[in-house]
């Protein structure tokens, strides 16, 4: 969620960013949004741990076995209806990479995209991004998937540190 809210700032205020970081970018468009609101849905009628079962941490996850693990444990310790506004009103709301850019083209930030080669979530978003952005450098982390910072951390951090000392 992070990748899409610094995307949406960079965008509408790039002044007060220094540079842009996007880790597991959201996809973004109408089918994440739909997505969303079925699953915000699920969360009022049948319960986080129950809709969360359903659509992240179950058999038809979208996400990797490891990441849905770590996505269940940040969510529930959180309210539903908290989760479910969130899904509603920030992942819903998130435009696609397609009706960004024209945005991102023009766009004069050094900027990092880092995603998992296992984040079937993100990593075609990814991709777009690195391609739409001046400049962008896409880093893929083997073996990590949708929670990139956590399944991976070492490689993680190792390659936030060359970014950033790349900005001095």
């Known amino acids: 969620m ?8 960079a ?8 540079a842009l970081l996007l880790f597991a970018p959201p996809r973004g468009g109408e089918e994440q949004a739909s997505w969303a609101r079925e699953f915000a849905r699920a969360i009022d009628e049948q319960g986080l741990e129950a809709a969360g079962a359903e659509f992240v941490w179950g058999a038809r996850s979208r996400f990797d076995p490891k990441g849905a693990r770590l996505i269940r444990q940040g969510f529930l ?21 397609s ?10 930030l050094p900027t990092l995209v880092v995603v998992g080669t296992r984040d079937t979530a993100s990593l075609e978003t990814a991709e777009q991004l690195s391609q739409a952005i001046p400049g962008a450098r896409l880093e893929r982390i083997a073996g990590a998937g949708h929670v990139v910072n956590l399944a991976a951390p070492d490689e993680f951090n190792r390659r936030l540190v060359a970014f950033l000392k790349s900005l001095a």
């Open 77 to 97: 310790e959180h309210e539903p209806h908290a989760i479910a506004h969130v899904l509603r009103e920030l992942i819903a709301a998130q435009p696609s990479v």
């Open 99 to 108: 009706a960004l850019e024209p945005r991102l083209k023009k766009l004069e």
């Open 2 to 9: 992070g990748a899409g809210v610094a995307l949406r700032c």
């Open 11 to 18: 965008l509408e205020r790039p002044e007060i960013v220094r």
